[in-house]
């Protein structure tokens, strides 16, 4: 997600930097969390909605917040810090490029990832830069553990038929797949919706979810 630069987030991030994971955590990022709860890792937080009601609902597991952009990473942080009121014992930000995922994780040391609506990188020869791009499906393979699930969503049919595709070259299970996941009403029984989401669903885009399984 892109936002204009906004000068108060990089001193906002240094004042509240118990909640965000630093270069030194590499590894060994679960003790800071002060638990053995499994971690949920979501790719590309945006203002931080999903990733709030996530971890406000769910006391038992750990939720990592991804954000290249470190403007972005100051607004959800904000956000999440105003909307809490106190420090959130299971959530904590990180301000790191996803081609760097293997570099900060260990491997088999995640439980879930999420991806919702990333940016579809809609020219062909932009395609290495999609976060459904095989090579960034091999990383996220490596931090996984066995029996975990990527979530996708998106409402970019280009960006779902270009994931289906590399799915397939990838080591992982196609585990569910809808191109209007608002015809499903069991797999909304548990749909955690983000911003994004809620405008693209009151616009009448179908919003379209993939779930792949390491096996």
């Known amino acids: ?12 991030i240094e004042l509240n930097k118990k909640w965000v994971l630093q270069e030194e955590d590499y590894i060994n990022c679960l003790n800071k ?10 790719i590309g937080c945006g203002k931080g909605n999903f ?19 470190r403007t972005v990473i100051g607004v959800a942080l ?10 959130k014992q299971n959530l904590r930000f990180l301000n790191l490029n996803a081609d760097k995922l ?10 879930k990832i999420y991806l919702n609506f990333s940016d579809p990188w809609p020219k062909k020869r932009h395609s290495k830069y999609r976060l459904t791009n095989v ?19 998106t409402d970019n049919e280009g960006l779902y038929n270009f994931t289906l595709e590399e799915a397939i070259k990838s080591k992982f299970k196609l585990l569910y797949n809808n191109d209007d996941l608002y015809s499903d009403l069991k797999e909304l029984e548990n749909n955690t919706q983000t911003e994004y989401e809620v405008k693209f669903n009151a616009m009448g885009k179908k919003i379209k979810k993939i779930i792949l399984l390491k096996e």
């Open 1 to 12: 997600m892109r936002l204009r630069n906004k000068n108060w987030t990089s001193e906002y």
């Open 135 to 153: 090579k960034y499906l091999d990383i996220y393979f490596d931090i996984l553990l066995k029996k975990s699930t990527i979530e996708i969503k």
């Open 78 to 87: 904000k956000k999440s810090i105003e909307y809490f009121g106190s420090f």
């Open 33 to 42: 969390f002060d638990n053995d709860y499994d971690i949920h890792l979501e």
């Open 102 to 111: 293997s570099s900060f994780f260990a491997k088999k040391q995640i439980s």
């Open 51 to 69: 990733v709030i009601n996530k971890s406000e609902n769910n006391e038992k597991i750990n939720y990592i917040a991804l954000e290249k952009e």
